[in-house]
């Protein structure tokens, strides 16, 4: 016998009212989902931004990578069967590969050299590893970051491109510090704890040893070391002072109140707080950070030439009692408008390296916005109507940053050029 649809629903259990209640808003979105399916469909542009990866850096990783094996197979008390089955590709394979796509490898290839000495760890205690084995080789990653802190020269084709590449270097010595930071703070009692310090001390090396690489000064053209280029280290210093200042300045400019009396703030303070509020705290002693810290504070001056933009718009926590809204027919065009500022300002910057580093904080926020309104479709028929609401001014808001953010770069190329 079938059963009827109200009788069904009843059988398993589901209230006729709450699965009309799920169907009725789900139906009365589906005009917006539409929408959002074709704002999201629209594509976002491609910047090639980062730090290079050269053939050469591709096959010193590789060879490091297969010497970390091999060392560990070498050991007395490890057998080569028991250690992580390491899938890497070989460089030759990565020669079209986009350098997001070469740096992306080199970190697949930093976790599997972290897999086989985790289990080094694993296999060697208690009888043959103890905390003197971890002091010892903490010192020494320590001494080796210390080292480059006292030895580090800034070159590059150019000086921006200086700037990226050993921007880039030491983020990877700083992400090796904090690795030894958490080293250095565990209590090792226990297999488990071998094995995550000895899985951080490699991290640390195998950071260090790519950070290195982008730091080498390479002519990308050649694939060769560019230490005939002029030495950039007292302009990156002076340009570092210029942008902090003009940071500071900008900062104490900053106006976060909003003209209606019922709301305290404006999205400007929103913007300072999401994306420039951070920015100064994830530091290591003993790492260079000159360049790290010039490319960051070009980021955050840029960020504050787009405050202005903003200044009249609700914190999303006063959007309710502002009642401001935009409606959905206003988010494909303001993706498309900042598609067009992109496009504009990668023809005027795109050939510098500075340049499209911030054209890719720029396309970051667009893709922040079609993932706003995907998690928008993906909560249809749970989410309340402020929720439901709040995605959507989310999405228009990162669209029209990144328009923004697009616009601003000449102002920071600008004062980088000083």
């Known amino acids: ?4 649809r109200r009788t069904a629903f009843a059988a398993l259990g589901l209230g006729v009212s709450s ?3 799920w169907q009725r808003r789900r139906i009365a979105r589906r005009p917006a989902l539409e929408t959002f399916a074709t704002v999201r469909a629209i594509p976002v542009p491609t910047v090639e931004a980062g730090a290079i990866v050269t053939d050469a850096h591709l096959e010193a990783s590789l060879e490091r990578v297969q010497r970390t094996v091999d060392e560990a197979s070498a050991l007395p008390d490890v057998d080569r069967d028991d250690l992580p089955e390491l899938a890497v590709g070989r460089p030759d394979e990565l020669a079209d590969a986009s350098h997001a796509d070469r740096r992306r490898t080199l ?3 930093r976790a599997a050299t972290e897999d086989v000495h985790a289990s080094v760890a694993e296999f060697r205690y208690p009888e043959s590893i103890d905390e003197t084995d971890v002091e010892t080789r903490l010192e020494r990653e320590r001494a080796a970051l210390t080292d480059l802190e006292v030895e580090t020269e800034y070159y590059g084709r150019t000086f921006t491109d200086a700037v990226v590449q050993h921007g880039e270097a030491e983020a990877r010595y700083r992400r090796a510090g904090r690795r030894l930071e958490l080293t250095a703070d565990r209590e090792l009692d226990g297999v488990s704890a071998y094995r995550l310090a000895w899985r951080y001390l490699e991290r640390a090396a195998a950071e260090r040893h790519d950070g290195t690489w982008f730091a080498a000064g390479i002519d990308h053209a050649t694939d060769t070391p560019a230490r005939d280029e002029s030495d950039d280290t007292d302009r990156i210093t002076r340009t570092l002072e210029t942008v902090r200042e003009s940071v500071a300045s900008s900062r104490e400019a900053v106006d976060v109140t909003h003209h209606h009396e019922e709301v305290e703030r404006n999205y400007a303070s929103t913007i300072v707080w999401r994306w420039l509020s951070t920015r100064d705290v994830d530091r290591v002693g003993g790492v260079p950070s000159t360049a790290i810290d ?3 504070a070009c980021r955050a001056y840029t960020f504050l030439q787009c405050l202005d933009a903003f200044v009249e718009i609700p914190a999303p926590e006063f959007w309710s009692e502002s009642d401001w809204t935009v409606a959905v027919e206003a988010l494909e065009p303001a993706k498309r408008r900042a598609i067009e500022r992109i496009t504009a300002a990668t023809d ?3 050939n510098d390296p500075l340049g499209r580093w911030l054209l890719a904080v720029a396309v970051d926020r667009l893709e922040d916005g079609d993932r706003c309104l995907e998690r928008a479709a993906n909560g249809a028929n749970n989410l309340s109507a402020d929720d439901w609401r709040e995605r959507r001014l989310d999405a228009f808001l990162q669209y029209r940053l990144a328009g923004v953010f697009a616009d ?6 600008a004062l980088v050029a000083e």
């Open 1 to 4: 016998m079938l059963l009827g």
């Open 19 to 21: 699965v009309g209640f």
């Open 107 to 109: 970190e697949d290839w």
């Open 294 to 296: 010039l490319r960051d």
């Open 348 to 350: 005027e910057y795109g």
């Open 408 to 413: 601003r770069i000449g102002e920071t190329m």
